[in-house]
Structure formats: structure tokens, C-alpha cells
């Protein structure tokens, strides 16, 4: 009786469990109905190619694709000479030009850290999906599947395909996921961890575990060749940090939780106050906007030993700077120009404040926090910024969707982060390309601009070298020569797989979606605590 008292609780837990699943998937996407191509052939012309790979600018270049894949690569001329017609590749009957003279072409932007929306936000497929393809970003890594393994690998197989409008997705499970209880033993952490293989996953987002736990399922991961991420949740961070994930085979760190506790040198916990308690969102982030300034001066010993310890392990970090730009600068993030047309009513609600929802805004922010904040940001992108100059890899990812991000738009916001960090302009474009296709295992396919490669390309008419602003799909302001105030930039063409999408029709039907959830709804955004309409 025992027993299937205890199977019959089981099974109930299990139901609710799968019930609430189901009531967190969002709308899924719908048949794709924009986009021209494949092609048989497509020759885009006369452009100007910033690589993923660190090399300076060249052009004007014509690049040839045939079935998806990168056929040729022809330097056909030099800067403000006439391009001999006689030297350009040749179009093919039932070929497709494209003419980009004057335009700069970059590879596909990958988001390390793209989740797909979340009911809680409102945030759709389609409307996240055109938000990222509407800035570039042509393959994305989901790191939770919070709408479901099977929602995702649906998604990711329908991208495959080109029967959506969509990035390439990397599907990572939350390990645990899809289970009604704790992972209590290490045989059970690789159990979970083979199963999750075979479900079709490419990885695993880890939060934390007891050591033993990690331990195992970071080692049946490597076994099976899987990849992984983690962020460190201070849960349990104390006794497993970033150090002791990188040893045990993590491939890439999210944000920068574990790695301050890495580099404790005279203490072995936060300085958390007596009064703290985890649940409360206040208390974690402004107690957080304190870990760097505990952790050991940059470049001391002990500094340079964790750093080089990581270095040699061949470590993947992906800073997420972008998601907790809030908290040194509340008031830039809440009156960023992108909200008013490009936010949903549901998104920007749950971006208030609140005491139960993580990802909204905290209790009550102030100038102290914000302070504190700018110095941890200082500390964090010293080290950051040191890694990638001894040879480390840094990616790219957003994690938008939470504290005033908007998908696409935060995306740009981490590139001009990582530019603020002391990145040059092309290292920013290497960790927005390479680098994440080389910590996805991709580099052969996405990445850099090469015979072979898949088409995967970012097309702009403005240098987004000289100024990464260009790339929002706001575009930037800028006086002309005539005194004309107008606006540039704004991606011009997304092309993936070899399909090219106008990015900035795109735009406009995430902004009819913005006006429709508004008119039904009679919604005006405002600001928190106000009446007057923003």
C-alpha cells in the first residue's frame, strides 16, 4: 500500500509537472513566408568583407554560393576604382544577384545565450525569432529549453529545414529537466545525462549541484561528446566554482557567477550581511554588484594563476555584460528608444517591479547600487578583456527577454560592451562569430567567411567598425554635411542558408505585432510609478 501510495504521489507530481510545461510553451512559430532563395546560384556584389577571423576589411569582393555553400570568394577590384565587369564571377542561368557595392558583409552573428521567449514575457516565437534574424544573428543557443526539449528540437528541425523564419538553434536542457524528482545520486546525474543525449539535446545548462553530482554528469557529458554551460547559482557556488566546473570538462561559463569565487583569496564565501536571504531579488543583486570587489586584485598572483589555469584548459566564457546593464544604469535601460515600438505591453509588465518575479525590476534602486555596480563591471571586464588577450575565447550572448533586454537589440548592446571592455572593434566581431561557432562546435560550418562554409551573412550599409551602433535596428542618429539630422545603419539583408531576408521588413512586422497587442489591450507603456505616457 505504501508503495503505490508513493507511486500514485509520484505520478501526480509528474502530471503537474508536465501540465506546467505545457502552460510555459510559447505561441510556436508560424510557416515561413518571407525570405527569397535558395537559390541555385547567388552572387552578392561588390561588397566590402569584415571577416570573423580577425583580418582587416578588404574589398570590393563578390561571393559566389551554390546550394548553400560558400563557392567563391573574388577580390574583383580596389577602392574607388571602376570594377573591371570582365574579372566578376559569372551568374549562372537561374542565378539571383545581389548588388552591394558600397555595403559591408560580416558573418551570420551567433547569440550564445538565446533563450526562446517565455510566457511569463508574453514573448512569442515569431516575434523573438524576427527580432534576432531583423539584427543578424542567424544561429542562437537556447540555454535552458524552458519551452520544452521537444518544443525546441521541434523549432531547431523546422530551422534546419527553412520552413520558419528562424536562427539555427543549439538546444540546451536544464539537467534535471523532465524529471519529477531530485537527481540524488551520481549514477542517476548520468543516467539523466544519457537519456537527454539521446532525446537529441546538444548540451547541457547546468546551475549547480552537490560536487559529486557535477562532477559525474559533467563527465558522461564529455564521454558522449555533448557540450556544456553553467551559471554558477550562488546555491551552490561555495563549494563548486568555475575552477572546479572547467577541470571536471564545462565548456563555457554563463555570466560571470563562480568565476569572483574562483578568485577568492581571503575568504571562501560572499560577504553576504546577516540578514540576507536569496529569495528576495534585492538583496541578491546589490549584494552581487559587491562580488568583484572581494575577489583578488587583477593581476596578482593568484589572479593570473586561475586565469592561466583556465587559459589552459581551453575555457569558454560568455559574459552576458548586456543583462545587468540595469543595475549601474537603471534609468538608460528602462528609457532605451526601442521599447516604445519593438516591446510588447506583456514584456514591458513584466519588467516592473516586483517581489516574485526574477528578471523584473528590483525593490528599490538607488545610487549607491548603481555605484557599486560600475565598479564590479570595471573589475569584471578587466579580466575579460585580459582572457581574450592571452589567447582566451569570449563569446557573445544576450540572455534577453529579463531587466529591460529586448531580443536583437540587447545582442548589439553586449557587442558595444565588449567594445567598452577594451576590445578592438574586429575582436568584437571575432567573439560574435568564431568564437561562439567555435564553442558550439561549429567552426566548420558558421563563423568566418570561407569556400565550404554555409551562407550564413550579416549585410550593412553602414561601417559598423567606425560605430557598432549602426547594427541596432533603430539605426543611430547622425548630422549630414547639409546639416540633416537622419538616421543610418540598421542591417540591411539577413541571409542564412543561403536565403536572404529583407532584416528591416522584419523589423516592421515585429512592430505590427507591437501595435496590435497594444490597441487590443488599450496599453501605453509608462513608466513605473507614473501616469504620463512614455
Known sequence: MKNLFAKVFYLIFFLF???????????KAPQRQEG??????????????????????????????????????????????????????????????????GMYLLPGFIDMHGHIGGKAQGADAEYVFKLWMGHGITTIRDPACGNGLDWV????????????????????????????????????????????????????KFFGAPPEIMAAALDENKKLELRSACHHAQMDVARWNVLHSARAGLTTMEHWYGLPEALFDNRTVQDYPLDYNYQNEQHRFKEAGRLWQQAAVPYSEHWNKVMNELLQLDFTIDPTFNIYEA????????????HEEYTMPSLWQFYMPSKISHGSYWHYWGTEEEVDWRKNYQLWMTFINEYKNRGGRITAGS????IFQLYGFAYVRELELLREAGFH?????????????????????????EVGKLADFVIIEENPLKNLKVLYGTGTIKLTGDNEIVRVGGVKYTIKDGIVY???QLLEDVKAMVRASKTKDDFEIKQPGLDKKF
Open 502 to 504: 529583407d532584416a528591416k
Open 36 to 101: 527569397e532563395g535558395p537559390f541555385s546560384q547567388l552572387i552578392i556584389r561588390g561588397i566590402t568583407l569584415i571577416n570573423g577571423n580577425g583580418a582587416p576589411p578588404r574589398g570590393p569582393i563578390d561571393i559566389v554560393v551554390e546550394n548553400n555553400k560558400i563557392a567563391k570568394i573574388a577580390v574583383v577590384g580596389n577602392p574607388g576604382i571602376a570594377i573591371d565587369a570582365e574579372k566578376r564571377p559569372k551568374l549562372k542561368a537561374g542565378g539571383k544577384e545581389l548588388n552591394c557595392e
Open 327 to 338: 543595475n549601474r544604469d537603471l534609468m538608460r535601460a528602462r528609457r532605451a528608444e526601442w
Open 153 to 204: 528540437l521541434e523549432h531547431k528541425e523546422k530551422s534546419q529545414k527553412n520552413t520558419i523564419t528562424a536562427p539555427r538553434i543549439q538546444a540546451y536542457t536544464v539537467f534535471g529537466q523532465g524529471r519529477y524528482d531530485r537527481i540524488a545520486t551520481t549514477e542517476e546525474a548520468r543516467q539523466w545525462v544519457r537519456e537527454n543525449a539521446k532525446k537529441g539535446a546538444d548540451g547541457v
Open 17 to 27: 509537472f508536465v501540465v506546467n510545461s505545457l502552460l510555459a510553451q510559447v505561441q
Open 425 to 449: 572593434p574586429l575582436e568584437v566581431i571575432r567573439s560574435a562569430t568564431l568564437n561562439g561557432a567555435e564553442a558550439l562546435g561549429m567552426d566548420q560550418l558558421i563563423g568566418t567567411v
Open 399 to 402: 540572455d534577453s527577454g529579463f
